[in-house]
């Protein structure tokens, strides 16, 4: 807690202060999240684990902003991911994986921010994932962890730019434009490699939400030395959202593209409020086609169905229960985190049950 | 802090609140303990040091609970050991090695803990050490780190489970028992290997204190691919402890074992209250039986004696002084950290003069 | 946030208890710095980047102290350095790379602290750079990362002690003493080598300020395994400071030293209060002498040029820009961080634009 903090609450004691309180000072919250998975794999037979992130990434943040006047606010976030099951971070060293950013914001003006943060493909794409991304269920399963593909054609086995950024300028659009909102960012290649990390990006997202329905489009292009500067990765998204009493629908397809090599992921979801609770459905495939190098791999499909229950027990926590499989086509090799080694073009399932606490 | 603490606080400032402070937010605690030590070890000489935790392992703490009404609760709590001579990680980027658990507990139900934390066994022997297993007169000091025995043969170098296991469900049960508690923990192997830390573990723990006095047993058994399914690795305390007016006395007694050896820790203490410090006495005995593969180890035993004084400055704060010798026989090589190398079979002797700090 | 200050909170609602929030609790606080930033370097061309920390090196802290009453404290400080470009930590797994102590202080006394601080010699020269030893126009361009000098000599690329020290017991001269401030501080070797950072330090630090001048003199001198016992590594500063209306100008010397090579770097600095802001210019020369093994390095000399402006927009936070230039003799090769290979005795020069919140 800062010095400012200190004076504020001294102030506090005698007069209100609810004000005071949301423009100064440091926030730590964060989330854990933790279930028992089991998942099988064709060929590998099955292994149980607890797992940390299922429902939400486990995670540490630290933030907080400061009201300048006249409009304008500077702030910070700094998001550290981390690993319930074994107390590891998720980005090693990275402490702050998940986000490192530096604001000048204004009412009017929008926000820009300095630092390590979402990609804005991604922004777009996991609004659209009932499953945020992660467990059993999640979209990033058939993401660039399954059969070489346009994404491990363009940044091997280094951190790729689907998901987050580092060395990146983004602007934001402000509030109060009748729904539209978005945002275009800059990440600088700095002359290095996809090895450290180095990655040359331009990207923007726009999209316009309103009376329970939107629309987004979003994409970006990266450059690195393993690209070459004449060859970007390109990412693109284009979903939308509608909701029907107490169910919500939603359908996004995304496409990673690099040289001759092409996936195409298409998503489906439906999301229905029961009671304290909600059930999720979606329905996930990914198309893969072209050459990387010399080699076909356009048979290597797969189709992903997921389940889920989550119970909200508060606002802050829930226990949830979800299910879900993976059909691998050709040499396909998509799996649910966490099973054995998976015999190419098989069949991986998991199912798992936890708890996740926001704080 | 999170929003929940700032609207708490802005309600605060019109009306008394202490009971809501309980029940949300983020509390940022630790220990910070630091000392400067002299170590002898035959055959090498001395070497002086500045160490870190010897009254208390220097550590920072993330942890806090939420009411969900019912006697119902979640909680989470996010343990850091550090190194304050250094500034360091005592786990690397294994940054909450000392305890990474989600709960959910129940006022007549008990605890359920997910994630990394301590194992039963531990639990047990750690409460009867009056130097809280660290320092030069802790019991960790006749731990794994001297001669090839049980822990050695289960584990290796790698990371054992005779404090810690990670990826592990734990259940307490709840207060209100006469004084009875315990708990049972399983951990999950994952598949994965010792030397990235999955372990297999199931083990248990039940005690009984009233009046000062006290009784426990644990046990716990793990596998993993050095030890092989058949072969488990097995650790069991038995303990008890008594109050004679101000002198605490404790007898501890805790077996590992492995295959065809086993090593037996003997450890009995006084602890002596005298105004506002406490002045503390050690024994402790390893006695190594059997073979580790082909080499027979039952002669490199140990023993060490540990005396010390703790002067407290305040609830929070502490001066302490301590000292210890440690005893080989045979080829052992236990010894008090910090030191040069030891002449197998040698003597170990340390001092050392802190400070300790909770926050 | 600890349970004491908890507890605090609670009794505050009913009276005023500004004392007592200084006086327990963890204060988290930091900043987060980070610029846009473009390096020319001879022979390489240009790379533009966003860097982190051109202002104040982006940190996050956890610090606290308790009152003991007459007079005395207990207190601890934990600062950890981040990357705002990329979220990773400065240090590695060196968590708390920039400070982690605890400490005693007492009003009349002065203070002891323990652990990984500030040697006296950077204490003394970074009060005296105007740009804080950081950024394109900081003096810590001219360190030990240019041509091989004494600094290189005498730790290798290994951390080495002219800014931090692990290991250490440092001693503060109390307040109140008419302007004299100082300090001693003592650093363990452990045994241990330059490579896992064990260096054995002595050193000083005394000065004296009032009515808007001041002088200071540090010195301190290390040996580890590789400058052998009898050939430390010496560090000495002298400077000195002048207000003249909002005129602030400073003067300062340091030598380095180790075996037959020197390093003398000289600082001259103003900075010119303008408004809601500050004009800052730094003028630095390194000269180099002597030999190192048996080749010679006094040709290798540098001088760097830098200029800044610093728009604060409140108390905690503020808009830079800042340029400079060096220029290298004979195979000097100090750089601006950031830019492309140079080639030896070219010119380095770099602009830079960020903002920088503390919080």
Redesign the interface.
Known sequence: ????L?RT??L???????SA??QS??????I?????RQVRNDGGGS????V?GSNSTSR?V?R?S?D??GG?A???W?ESG????????T????????????S?SGKSLGELR???DYVPTYIAWSRLDPFSHVGVAGSNNLGGNGPTGPIRAAFGTNANTTVRA????QAFLPGGLGGVEGGVMV??G??GSAAN?ANKLIGARLGWSGGGHGVVVATARTTNDLTGRDRPFRDTVVGGQTGLGPVKLTAAWRRFEHADATQTNLMLSAVYAIGPGELKLSLLRADLSGRVGSTTVSANDARQIGLGYVHH??K??ALYAQAARIDNDGRGNFVIP?G?ALTAGGRSSGVEA??R?S?
Chains 1, 2, 3 share one sequence.
């Open positions: 807690m800062p010095q400012a200190h609450l001294a506090c004691t005698a007069a209100l202060c609810s309180w949301a000072g440091v926030t730590v919250s964060g854990a999240d933790s279930a028992v292994i149980r684990s607890l940390s540490l630290f907080g400061e300048l006047g304008l500077a702030g910070f700094l981390l690993a319930l099951d074994t107390g590891a971070t980005g090693g060293t990275q402490f702050y994986d998940r986000r490192a950013t530096l000048l300095l630092g390590r580092s060395n990146s300028v990440a600088a700095e002359g990390g027990l508060s802050r926590s966490g054995p936890g708890l606490h704080f």
